[in-house]
């Protein structure tokens, strides 16, 4: 197990799914985890609850959208614990789901804001503290979406091939300045999200049974992977949970034994 002893690590999307998940397990490592979404109410009662079992959390309110409130969010972390070790972009939206030429372009540009624009304010209001500081990771969640197209989801595929983008563009900037970004791609997630995407019925995702989703504790057991110096050989890429060899990296069930 990873101690994580004396590290910040800043969650977006962290109210509910794979960043509530992350936040519990890190903090179960000794980390100090700092949680941010738009749901105040739920972030502060997830904190509290981590609290109450010994650990270290902090909540703030945060829209990944709007630049000041991201950049307000690494202010909070830095000024509250003195240091930002890891920040994991999470927050993403998939809805509303649509083919093109039904999609209404505000909604498909609030996608744009969120799932690739919040990760752009991330990766650029934290990294100059971990430049200061010589050292820190960014896990961007990506999705198989980013290299594969399906009906109903223009915009969810085309943000997330752009957030593999800055992945790889930020880890070519800074890669060699101790800063260590790296994408996780996870398969399909039993949360909210994948509700939303069964209601939709637009494309074979929607139709997956429930038993082919992993559990978001699958997921934030990447996240710790990835945190960790023995997963180097995959920065600068999404690393997949879908192949075994991402499983057996993180020590997780294989793929082909379910
Ligand atoms: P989820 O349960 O719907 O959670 C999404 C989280 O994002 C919530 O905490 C939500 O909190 C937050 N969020 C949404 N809009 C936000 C905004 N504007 N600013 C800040 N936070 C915002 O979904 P999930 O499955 O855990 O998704 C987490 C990440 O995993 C996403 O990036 C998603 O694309 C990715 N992913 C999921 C799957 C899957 O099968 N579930 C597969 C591949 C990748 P508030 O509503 O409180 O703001």
Known sequence: MTNLSDNTVVITGASRGIGEAAARQLAGLGATVVLSARSSARIEKIAEDIRTQGGHALARRCDVSQEQDVAGLMRFAIDSTSRIDALINNAG??????????????????????NFKGVYYGLRHAIPHMLERGRGTVVNISSGAATSALEGWSHYCSTKAAVLSLTR?????????GIRVIGLSPGTVATQMQSQIKRSGINPV?????????????????????????????????????????????????VTTG
């Open 93 to 114: 939206i998939i809805e509303p789901i649509a083919r093109l030429i039904e999609s209404d372009p505000d909604e498909w540009s609030r996608v744009v804001d969120v």
């Open 169 to 177: 563009c930020a880890h070519r900037e800074y890669g060699d300045q």
């Open 206 to 254: 929607s139709r997956l049974d429930s038993s082919a989703h992993i559990p978001p504790e699958w997921v934030a057991r990447a996240i710790e992977f990835l945190l960790d110096k023995s997963s180097d050989a995959f920065l600068g890429t999404d690393f997949s949970l879908k192949t075994d060899e991402g499983r057996k990296a993180v020590g997780l069930p294989l």
